[in-house]
């Protein structure tokens, strides 16, 4: 995550108590020399041999930092990009099952999504609206916060440009599925934006 400008390392001080794991063992294994007065008397030998040694090592902690800041900036993403979509896509899944059911039934998908309440070209414009809405009330306040938290366009670019496809690919969707399953009329009711508009709603 260059744009953080994330770089620094620590020194890590620990102690190496291996030496004196070895140096018990061996004593455990000398136990009759233990009280020898001379100079392989067992003690002094785990003394002298089983201090543990001091350690000294560089991490460098950007690896880490940039790993936490990298799923923290995903969930921030996902998050806004599912809460600005979440009409179109709770309406898509709703949808996606009906025509499932009429595929596997024999019955016309298009006339049995029609016949659904949710689905009523009135009730699709309701989304769009909703949508729409929030869009224009979330997206220049996210975007100010973004300023105002990260002082940076380049961050400010590289967090929002997802948002952004994933919103446009979203209304793309709708449309595609709309214009394939509504009639010319239905779809002058339901009036999913343009692309041109969808931008232009995801701007300050």
């Not at 916060?145 to 940076?152: I, Q, R, V």
Request: proline share 4%; hydrophobic share 40%.
């Amino acid at each position: 995550m260059g744009a953080f400008k994330v770089e620094f390392s620590i020194t890590e001080i620990g102690l190496d108590f291996s030496r004196t794991r070895n140096a018990a063992y061996e004593l455990l294994k000398k136990r009759s020399k233990i009280f020898s007065l001379g100079s392989n008397n067992s003690f002094l030998e785990f003394f002298l041999q089983g201090a543990p040694e001091l350690t000294a090592n560089q991490v460098d902690s950007r690896k880490e930092v940039d790993a936490h800041l990298k799923r923290a900036c995903e969930q921030y993403i996902n998050h806004i990009s599912s809460e600005l979509i979440n009409p179109i896509k709770d309406f898509l899944s709703k949808a996606e099952v009906v025509l499932e059911v009429a595929t596997k039934s024999g019955n016309a998908a298009d006339v049995l999504l029609r016949q659904q309440p949710f689905a009523e070209p009135a009730k699709v414009h309701e989304v769009v609206t909703n949508t729409n809405r929030l869009l224009r009330n979330k997206v220049p306040a996210m975007l100010k916060s973004m300023t105002l938290y990260l002082a940076n366009e380049d961050t400010e670019h590289i967090l929002f440009r997802p948002i952004k496809a994933t919103v446009t690919q979203t209304f793309s969707g709708l449309e595609q599925f709309v214009t394939k399953n509504y009639s010319p009329e239905d779809q002058q009711i339901i009036a999913v934006p343009t692309p041109e508009q969808v931008s232009l709603m995801l701007t300050k």
